[in-house]
């Protein structure tokens, strides 16, 4: 397969999380594409967010945002809610809306799975900033964890691709981690890479 | 619903990229599942690794990394990637490897998508560090680009999800992003939460 190039501003596909935030006493919520695991212990999330985004001056302000995972039902207000800004249309009442023991970091009932973060450090690039909160409160609904896990295919998250511009649903089961490929351990130094077609 | 507090150590499905790097004048590949954009312009992707990957010390070495996303033909390599350290297992013949304009970031011929990217921050936090890269090249299989734009279908990433440890395929499309929220935009303030099943 012959190799092309590509435009640079290349994005991987994306979980979509909102983000909440209490701006001057108001609940804001906002569609995040980047978003990731910051720091294994103690646990750490991090989003990516424009520099001039109304949902930095919430985080700027109570040092504190929550990050909720909202399901395909959610789709219409999950994508409003990244069309809109909060600086002109209030988005406090989208959503349901409840608080852990975080006062300024509101999460959604309706999404399946939520995170309460306090802010721990903020890495400021040239037009974005990146927010890497520590994860304070983990919340789910009952019928999204089994056995004391989550079960992704109930919890039913979307992704986002760009910049084709669309959500898409988790697929197929395809395999373990961390166990799928074992079967390579044994053979070691001897793998060889697949034959190319050129 | 009822929400119950679950642990904090939550993850949030993850892209499932590998990390190629040059360590000691050898290619060496590692499973990440903590990568995401982090810049707009320029554009940078950052990825997240534990401080004593044999990884870090590559971009530590070299102040690059590449970013490669692997279909589920490779799942078996993939995930083998993420079992062996390449400090006592040598990768640099797992897959076939060609390079671009860095001459320190090895990328991945079988993976439909490459990254080259130049470091340009790191951030340490108490048991990760996050590297920021920019991207300074961007490769791809033609058959995965349609009129300049990447089919994701046709790429067929993988994400992974924790801690039930499984790797998945893309699902089905589920609406279009900056759109399928517009017909909320008329009704503005008015919009109401769902009700909520106490």
Redesign the interface.
Known sequence: ???????????????V?LVGTNVGGKDNFMTV??????????????C?I?NHHYTSKGITETKTFS?N?PS?DL??????????SGEK??KS??????YGTLKTAPMI??C????ECRLV?T?P????T?Y?GE?????????V?NE?????PEIN?????????????????????????????QQ??K????T?NE
């Open positions: 397969m012959e190799k092309k190039q590509i435009g640079l501003n290349f994005f991987i596909p994306m979980p999380v594409g980047w978003c990731a695991r910051a720091n294994a212990s103690p646990p750490m999330i991090l990516g424009g990050i995972i395909p789709l219409e207000k999950t994508d409003y809610c990244g069309l809109v249309t209030d009442r989208v959503f349901d809306v409840f009932t309706e399946p799975v939520n995170l450090q890495v690039l040239p037009t974005n990146l890497i994860i304070v409160g983990a919340y789910a609904d009952s019928r964890i004391g896990k989550p079960n992704f998250p979307l992704f986002l691709t760009m910049p084709d511009n669309r959500y898409w649903t988790l697929g197929k089961y395809a395999g373990d981690a961390w166990n799928a490929g074992k079967p390579l351990m070691g130094q793998i060889e890479p697949v190319v």
